[in-house]
């Protein structure tokens, strides 16, 4: 079993649709959670951490459910500039602070 | 702020032969950088762990004979891949971590290395 696990897709959605990404974790001693967003051939940007209590940066909502080990991305109002690829990301701080990627979901919106 | 910048940016070099890659970064100090490697379709895989002034800590399946790591500043890591084949092409991707931020990597822009 992965030790993070994402829908690969690739989520073909048309502009302006909101579009959902989940994300499972293995590792019940994780503490920190992410979401990266990469460009293809580009390295992995920082989206935004995920916290227990759900956080929202606007059309991105991040939720965390430690209980199910179960992480999720909504993004609403989809923009061509939103077509990447999102990768789950988890730290486990007794590790060395070592971050663990899933292999990413794949988007691409369309006109 | 918190740039990390690597050079080069693409190499392509022949079998046998050893690559250098720097990792910098270049508006903060880093006391821990991290080497990474990310096949075509695959996820980022932690190669090794770099902590300034001691050894590099080497994931399972790594092997740090062939992948020689030096950090010997504050904001500057090498990664030297030794008698390169061309399995060993691939995406590499350093980040750090500030000093005074425990919970943060920062990202280099990586290196495409392809062996012919």
């Known amino acids: 079993r992965k030790e993070v696990e994402q829908d690969p897709g690739p989520f073909n959605v048309p502009e302006g649709a909101t579009v959902a990404f989940n994300c499972t974790y293995s590792?019940?001693?994780?503490?920190?959670f992410f979401w990266y967003r990469q460009d293809c051939r580009k390295e992995p940007k920082l989206l935004m951490s995920?916290?227990?209590?759900?956080n929202e940066d606007g059309r991105f909502t991040a939720q965390l459910n430690r209980a199910s080990q179960y992480i999720s991305l909504l993004i609403r109002d989809s923009k061509l500039s939103d077509s990447a690829t999102y990768l789950c990301?988890?730290?486990?701080w007794g590790g060395g602070n070592k971050l663990t990627f899933g292999t990413g979901t794949q988007l691409k919106v369309e006109l | 702020g918190a740039v990390v910048s690597q050079h080069p940016s693409r190499v392509i070099c022949k079998s046998g032969t050893s690559v250098k890659i720097e990792c910098r970064s270049l508006?903060?100090?880093?006391?821990?950088m991290f080497w990474y490697r990310q096949f075509p379709k695959q996820s980022l895989m932690l190669m090794a762990t770099?902590?300034?002034?001691?050894?590099?800590?080497?994931e399972q399946g790594v092997e740090k004979d062939k992948f020689l790591i030096n950090h010997a500043s504050l904001t500057l890591s090498t990664l030297t891949v030794t008698s390169a084949h061309p399995e060993d092409s691939s995406f590499y991707i350093c980040?750090?971590?500030?000093?005074?931020?425990?919970?943060?990597?920062?990202f280099g822009p990586g290196t495409r290395l392809t062996v012919l």
């Open positions: 590792n019940s001693a994780s503490q920190s």
């Open positions: 508006d903060f100090q880093a006391t821990t």
């Open positions: 990301v988890v730290n486990e």
């Open positions: 995920v916290y227990s209590s759900g």
């Open positions: 980040s750090a971590r500030p000093v005074s931020l425990y919970n943060e990597q920062f």
């Open positions: 770099s902590n300034e002034g001691s050894k590099a800590t080497y």
